[in-house]
């Protein structure tokens, strides 16, 4: 069982295009994630990340997120430096042809959107 975190917005289809991708590999994944159906009604603006979605990065093996986070609009790219600073490994699926020059910052890898790319990355980061 591996433990799955999203950054996403529902702005796109990033996150629909990223489980399907991890249904398709050998991976029995458990997403912490935050459902469409279940949204935060609440969230704490006094936080860059607030603390319902920080826990639930904290209780991810591994963050898997679209090369465009921040171009949504929204606080994926802070969940994303928030897991970063935990020291979790990070993943950004090519779902646009340009790359968030945050994820480049941070040193985030970009892989194919394919299933094969995907277990790779996971085998050598678990």
Known sequence: MINIFIPHRWKTED?????????????D???YSVPEQKQLEYIDRR???????QSKIKWSSVIVC?????????????????????NKPIVAVRITQYDNSELNEL???????RKDSLEAWINANL
């Open 47 to 53: 936080y860059n990340v607030d603390p319902q979605i």
């Open 15 to 27: 996150f629909g295009k990223i489980n399907e991708l991890l249904s398709k590999t050998k991976y």
């Open 66 to 86: 679209s090369n465009r986070p921040a171009l949504s609009g929204g606080m994926a790219i802070e969940e994303i430096k928030f897991a970063h600073s935990l």
């Open 107 to 113: 040193k985030v890898p970009v892989i194919p959107c």
């Open 29 to 31: 994944v458990r997403d």
